[in-house]
């Protein structure tokens, strides 16, 4: 791929690892807007913004989730506690009225907004107006894939970005896409092609990285939500599978959400050894992806339309050196070259699943193939560092 055609699609060339350099002083400062600072899996939000060099970022919200930190200096929130912080909270979300975040603001002088997730842009648009300067979005997955007809049930500011879509779409500066494939949905809504790119996520090379000293093990490891889209169900009916035929593998869940209890009992009443483990640290996330021999991404399209966006996991995964098992679903084959770095399967095809993960259990030689192609694959397109570069420079263009 040649230079300027990866750019167009996304991704920087070079592999170099993430290295940070000491940040110049009195560096222009950017609002990174996110109306809950940060839920569990939005760690990559923070990674990004620490890994500017140029730009001094600043975390904005409408209230603190703290299940990622971010700089106690460096965080403004409307909602600081109490009856008065719930009060400002309700009245920026039905109005867009934060006199007090506005103030705040203005002394910081950041020099854009780019807010994460459609909905958190729509909500801070008439905030970046009134400070007088540009608007940046990215768009992760569900913002970008849901139906209009089932956003129209969905919760209070996903409902109210439909009806301020159109003014996001004239007056926000730039729209990124975290895979062409969200691309793709943006500009069906009718954004703007010359102001909606790819910029993919990047991974930080220093933190995900294989650890020779660490035994793989007969392990499958699913990471994500236990929510319908990340289709864990299918994962665990394949593992009645993979066990007869490899008795020794186990089936490793990390996370929560509203399946668990019923996903548990499921594997309980079909005798799959499996471990729930729920929501884990990153760093314990990267433990076990030290561990596992495969990890599997069985994602699934929802009848809202609403698909995977990227698939953050299979990169970090492959980052890993841990080879990947995946649905084609949203953007998925972006991530994992089927057959290079991983194996895709078509989505609730269990019987599939099950025959790509015994695949890789019972061939060392695959597995290390594949693992080795996926960390290069990394380096080359995913690579925190480099994408942090390409920011900044999407920055710079937005400030011209």
Not at 25 to 41: E, I, K, N, Q, T
Not at 136 to 158: I, P
Request: one cysteine or more; a positive charge; proline letters at 6%.
């Amino acid at each position: 791929m040649s230079s300027s055609n990866a750019l167009r699609a996304g991704v920087v060339p070079g592999d170099r690892a993430w290295m940070p350099a000491p940040a110049p002083l009195d560096r222009p400062r950017v609002a990174v807007f996110r109306a809950a600072l940060l839920g569990r899996s939005e760690a990559f939000i923070r990674d990004q913004s620490e890994a500017l060099q140029r730009f001094e970022p600043w975390y904005v919200g409408c209230r603190l989730e703290n299940a990622v930190e971010v700089p106690v200096e460096r965080r403004v929130v409307v909602n600081t506690g109490g009856a008065a912080g719930r009060v400002r909270e309700l009245l920026f979300k039905r109005s867009g009225l934060a006199p007090g975040l506005r103030r705040r603001l203005a002394e910081i002088a950041p020099v854009l907004v780019h807010a994460h997730f459609g909905p958190d842009a729509a909500l801070v648009l008439p905030l970046a107006q009134r400070l007088g300067v540009p608007l940046v979005a990215t768009f992760h997955g569900y913002d970008a894939t849901m139906a209009d007809r089932a956003a129209r049930r969905s919760f209070f500011l996903h409902r109210r970005y439909l009806e301020q879509r159109a003014a996001l779409q004239h007056d926000g500066r730039l729209f990124l896409a975290v895979s062409r494939f969200v691309r793709d949905r943006l500009l069906a809504q009718g954004y703007p092609a010359d102001r909606t790119v790819v910029h993919y996520a990047g991974i930080n090379l220093e933190r995900f990285q294989p650890d020779p000293a660490t035994v793989r093990e007969a392990l499958v490891l699913f990471v994500g939500r236990l929510a319908p889209e990340k289709g864990c169900l299918d994962l665990i009916g394949a593992m009645r599978r993979v066990q007869d035929v490899h008795p020794e593998a186990e089936l490793v869940v990390l996370g929560e959400g509203p399946l668990g209890p019923s996903l548990e009992r499921l594997a309980r009443s079909t005798g799959v050894r499996c471990r729930f483990l729920g929501s884990l640290s990153q760093e314990d996330v990267i433990h076990w992806m030290a561990r596992a021999q495969v990890l599997c991404a069985p994602s699934v399209t929802l009848p809202t339309e609403e698909a995977e966006g990227f698939g953050l996991v299979c990169a970090e995964a492959q980052a890993m050196a841990l080879p990947v098992v995946a649905t084609r679903v949203g953007g998925i084959p972006e991530v994992v070259a089927d057959g290079e770095s991983g194996l895709l399967v078509r989505e609730r095809d269990q019987a599939a699943l099950a025959d790509r993960i015994v695949r890789l259990l019972l061939d060392p030689a695959l597995r290390d193939r594949m693992g080795e192609a996926g960390r290069r694959r990394v380096e080359r397109c995913f690579n925190g560092w480099t994408q942090a570069r390409r920011l900044e420079g999407l920055y710079a263009r937005v400030l011209a």
